[in-house]
């Protein structure tokens, strides 16, 4: 996939500066003078405006890699780096097959043969090849809207009918389920106390991975209340199209696990950083020494502080939260026989958890459980209701409430 122009150069031709954009010349006047200086500025702010500065304005001259890129230009700053990250992954199997083809060749035959190809890997639920498909077919619908790409090219695409279940070749995935307490108990030996803290916050919420790594400081309202609940608005979340602002409420326990994390940090800090987990590793480590250190060994430490061969994220995501849960997981199975092993689990399946505990925990139960996950029906994950005052009552009452399953007995 070819490469997003970088923006035009100020150059020299002869006493005249010009520049190189969108395959012209264009004279900017006598090198080095401030007219041309002022003009090269100009020039350089109209084509950041442009998304696609760099390709050709005619339906005749686009290839699909060139839409690809002007696609990927588009989106990189309007996607979360996970849904950034599953449009290259879908667009890179449209261009490998298709990147030279002229944009208004493509059609439903050629869009059913890039989807073959994610089929063939076999790595791919279902669902998740019928997302792809429909991502490639909104890069056809981006060349629309920009008039690169005929209408009726994605008028023809829209008519192909995803992918039915047992169709040949593809698969489901089983329906994911709750994580048992067991098996997170076991798990927290195995992690850094930041890792540890996070698991047992999200296991008792019942809330996205994305509401606990991405948690910040100044999202935490602690002003005190008659009721002891702290309030925790996340600044986005993944169904606020939906519900707008989300008001979570925080009890007791998860208070004593967040506290530690919140002082002497600036409100855009997180609370659960990556940071301070690899400093609990070290010192875990250091703790663990069975010889003293020696002065050459504490010179190579010092350098390697003063430079450090990567640098740690403010925040977790989605792939280095589980990562960190698979890492603590296989820390535990490391010398125990298969028998007792803790079973992979992901931290998903504690949001799975939480509602099935509630469903279980009293009469109304099912009642409590949609009104906990602000679902329309017990039954659903995918739409959402608004988030009523009466769903806040209750889950204030259920913060109040709470208890710490994954808290080892004393």
Same mark, same amino acid.
């Given at each position: ?38 003009? +090269? @500025? *100009?020039? %350089?702010?109209?084509?950041? !405006? ?11 001259? $686009? ?68 997302? +792809? @498909? *429909?991502? %490639?077919?909104?890069?056809? !619908? ?11 090219? $994605? ?256």
């Amino acid at each position: 996939m070819p490469r997003s122009n970088k923006p035009p150069k100020y150059s020299k031709n002869g006493k005249y500066a010009c520049v190189y954009a969108n395959g012209k010349k264009i004279y900017l006047g006598l090198y080095g003078s401030a007219e041309s200086r002022q003009e +090269y @500025a *100009r020039v %350089i702010a109209e084509w950041q !405006s442009q998304p696609i500065a760099h390709l050709s304005n005619s339906e005749s001259s $686009v290839s699909v890699s060139e839409l690809a890129a002007g696609f990927l230009d588009y989106s990189q700053s309007r996607q979360d780096e996970i849904q950034f990250g599953h449009s290259k992954y879908a667009i890179g199997y449209l261009v490998n097959v298709y990147g030279m083809l002229p944009a208004n060749e493509f059609s439903p035959k050629k869009l059913k043969i890039c989807r073959s190809q994610m089929v063939k890997t076999g790595r791919m639920c279902r669902n998740h090849i019928n997302d +792809y @498909a *429909r991502r %490639i077919i909104r890069v056809f !619908s981006w060349g629309v809207q920009e008039e690169l790409v005929k209408p009726d090219v $994605v008028a023809a695409l829209r008519e192909v009918k995803s992918l039915r279940k047992g169709e040949e070749g593809t698969h489901d995935n089983p329906p994911r389920k709750p994580v048992s307490v067991d098996a997170v108990r076991r798990t927290l030996a195995g992690a850094s106390p930041t890792v540890s803290a996070m698991i047992q916050v999200q296991g008792m919420l019942g809330e996205r991975p994305g509401a606990v790594y991405l948690m910040r400081v100044g999202e935490i309202d602690r002003d005190q209340r008659s009721n002891g609940l702290w309030y925790y608005t996340p600044k986005s979340h993944k169904t606020e199209k939906y519900i707008g602002n989300k008001v979570i409420p925080l009890g007791k326990p998860e208070q004593e696990l967040i506290a530690p994390y919140l002082e002497g940090k600036k409100p855009e800090e997180a609370v659960f950083s990556p940071r301070t987990a690899m400093k609990e590793h070290a010192t875990e480590r250091r703790s663990e020494r069975q010889s003293p250190m020696t002065p050459s060994q504490r010179e190579r430490n010092q350098a390697r502080a003063g430079k450090p061969m990567r640098k740690l994220k403010e925040f977790y995501d989605h792939s280095s939260y589980r990562q960190a849960v698979e890492h603590a997981i296989k820390k535990v199975n490391k010398d125990l026989p298969d028998e007792e092993k803790v079973p992979h689990w992901t931290p998903y399946q504690l949001r799975h958890f939480q509602a099935t505990a509630l469903k279980k925990s009293k009469d109304a139960g099912r009642i409590l459980a949609q009104a906990a996950m602000a679902h329309t029906s017990p039954t659903t994950t995918d739409i959402y209701i608004d988030d009523t005052d009466e769903q806040l009552i209750i889950r204030e009452i259920l913060a109040m409430e709470r208890k710490n399953p994954f808290a080892l007995e004393k």
